[in-house]
């Protein structure tokens, strides 16, 4: 069974970063993409990030340049470095295994309980 846990949440206030975690179990991790996705109160559930199993990568227009995805295939570990955060990033966020390898794969229904990020002064 796919297990996903993220974790590394938290309150932050505009302008500070945090690093988010999401460990894989029950999966081959390292054949597929992994995604950072986010929802906002009221608003779909959207990808940040996504990463293959060779570290090509996609970012949402909204993160370019302020967020990094990162996965480690030893660990079965995929992070997402968030900086300069906004208090428009205020979502829970997600990650999930998509359904192949490809960078412009889509995501799976394995996700991940969520974890809070909340960027507020």
């Known amino acids: 069974q796919v297990q996903l846990v993220e974790s590394g949440g938290g309150l932050v206030q505009p302008g500070g970063s945090l690093r988010l975690s999401c460990a894989v179990s029950?999966?081959?991790?390292?054949?597929?993409?992994m995604g950072w996705h986010r929802q906002a109160p009221g608003k779909q559930r959207e990808l940040v990030a996504a990463?293959?199993?060779?570290?090509?990568?996609r970012y949402a227009d909204s993160v370019k340049g302020r967020f990094t995805i990162s996965r480690d295939n030893t660990k079965n570990i995929v992070y997402l470095q968030m900086n300069s955060l906004k208090p428009e990033d205020t979502a829970v966020y997600y990650c999930?295994?998509?359904?192949?390898?490809?960078?412009?794969?889509?995501?799976?229904?394995?996700w991940g309980q969520g974890t809070q990020v909340t960027v507020s002064s």
């Open positions: 029950g999966t081959a991790f390292s054949i597929y993409t």
């Open positions: 999930n295994r998509h359904l192949s390898g490809a960078v412009y794969s889509s995501p799976s229904s394995y």
């Open positions: 990463i293959t199993s060779g570290s090509s990568t």
